[in-house]
């Protein structure tokens, strides 16, 4: 199948795959579209080195390329054709392409890059090719950053690349905050992690002296917002990435205050609150502290997010007599339940996009990530374990991140990402035990 083909199959596939709807386009071909229960055939791509354009330039070079081919396969949307495979290389990012070479191993994309140093400063350029077709996708791009931030530079490129071919937003340029765990079951401790969204460059934001739990990126990527115990009660603080200063978001003597999330404007923080027994939901005007009360109810009301345009929160609730979802105006007032499958619902995210909503199920002694419409219609499991939970979604809304736990005295928690398609099931590394993550937007 031809070049363009493939790659507009790929971009049709994800289209099917998402229930978006497809733009007609004009046909060059017989049309083959690789999907087989959700499964797309991935579309094999080449990666030669990048040419280093001065002497500082060659091992970075050399790392730029192996981390974009490195985000492209981990989506399983494409195949990396082996440098040994290769018939001709690439030695000049200027030279002509010979397309007949690449087209002999199959490869229906091209990438090629050049590198140049110069003190701290890195600048990087690419082009992709459309291999059978002989054209270059696009114009080539250049992207400028320091020689320590050599990863983000790769992930913009591999974000470019992803994005005219599959025709959405990238989200390789990203990071997750996340608790890191360490020690026993019975004495684990716990501390603020942040890191590329490959579990590269972890930096810890907090000691582990004390719990902490549900941190969540503000809409800028520049704060956090988490729960800690320190005090001995449950309360809000809200943490600057950079400065890595922090202060706490008060709330009145005797209650307490958790599961904190940011507005899309990230002025307002939406989070439940405990007093006499009763659990409802908030909002707070961060500049102010002033606050305003959303439910009232006799029922345990906590996990609240907000819609992308700020208009709805979902949450959870027990006010049907089982852990059920429901989505209410932001500003208050009746709540619609939108979950109606057996077993208990929890943890709901609304989608970057505002199609779906990510939720966790218990069900039959299992733990499932799920995702729904928003009105709860096309509710689709995509995990079954020992214990999933915690979904938070990338920036593009395609992929979900989420906690596992393993099963026995001993069992840890780690990171795990899922297409929403249920496909392309990975885990996530990091150094230690890891749980509650949070997903930033792309980095500017």
């Not at 070049?3 to 709807?21: D, K, N, Q, Y």
């Not at 250049?142 to 530079?153: A, K, L, S």
């Not at 765990?181 to 684990?188: A, L, N």
């Not at 026995?408 to 099931?425: C, E, K, P, T």
């Amino acid at each position: 199948m031809s070049s363009w083909i493939g790659i507009r199959a790929l971009a049709l596939g994800l289209a099917m795959l998402a229930g978006m709807a497809v733009p007609a386009m004009a046909q060059q071909g017989p049309l083959r579209i690789e999907i087989t229960e959700g499964v797309i055939e991935p579309l094999p791509f080449a990666v030669p080195s990048f040419q280093p354009e001065s002497g500082e330039a060659g091992q970075l070079a050399s790392d730029l390329a192996r981390v974009v081919a490195e985000d492209l396969t981990g989506t399983g949307l494409f195949r990396q054709i082996p440098a040994s495979a290769f018939i001709s290389t690439v030695s000049d990012f200027n030279a002509p392409v010979q397309y007949a070479d690449w087209k002999a191993i199959n490869a229906q994309a091209l990438i090629t890059g050049a590198v140049n140093v110069q003190g701290n400063t890195l600048d990087v350029k690419f082009r992709l090719y459309d291999v059978f077709s002989g054209a270059e996708l696009g114009n080539g791009l250049q992207f400028t950053g320091t020689v320590d931030g050599w990863r983000r530079m790769a992930h913009k490129v591999a974000d470019a690349v992803y994005s005219r071919i599959t025709g959405e937003g990238g989200y390789f340029d990203s990071r997750v905050v996340f608790v890191s765990e360490t020690g026993p079951k019975d004495d684990r401790k716990k501390r603020l992690a942040v890191m590329d969204y490959d579990g590269a460059n972890i930096q810890y934001l907090t000691d582990s002296g004390s719990i902490v739990l549900a941190p969540r990126f503000s809409p800028t990527g520049d704060r956090v917002l988490y729960t800690s115990y320190e005090s001995g009660f449950p309360r809000i603080y809200v943490l600057d990435i950079n400065s890595v200063s922090r202060r706490v978001l008060e709330s009145a003597e005797g209650t307490m205050s958790f599961a904190p999330r940011f507005s899309p404007t990230g002025q307002t923080v939406v989070y439940s609150l405990t007093q006499g027994g009763n659990t409802d939901i908030y909002t707070m005007d961060i500049a102010s502290g002033q606050s305003v009360r959303l439910t009232n109810t006799p029922a345990i009301e906590t996990a609240p997010s907000f819609s992308p345009d700020g208009s709805q929160i979902v949450f959870e609730s027990d006010r049907s007599g089982s852990q059920q979802l429901y989505v209410m105006p932001a500003t208050g007032g009746e709540a619609t339940r939108i979950s109606f499958g057996e077993g208990r619902y929890g943890t709901p995210v609304w989608s970057p996009r505002g199609d779906l909503i990510a939720f966790t199920k218990q069900n039959k002694g299992r733990f499932h990530i799920g995702v729904m419409r928003t009105d709860g219609s096309e509710e689709r499991l995509l995990t079954a374990s020992f214990l999933d939970e915690g979904p938070t979604w990338a920036p593009n809304g395609r992929v979900i991140m989420f906690a596992r736990e393993t099963q026995g005295a001993g069992g840890s928690s780690s990171l795990y990402s899922v297409d929403i398609s249920g496909r392309n099931l990975r885990p996530v590394r990091t150094p230690d035990g890891a749980s509650d993550p949070s997903w930033s937007p792309l980095q500017k």
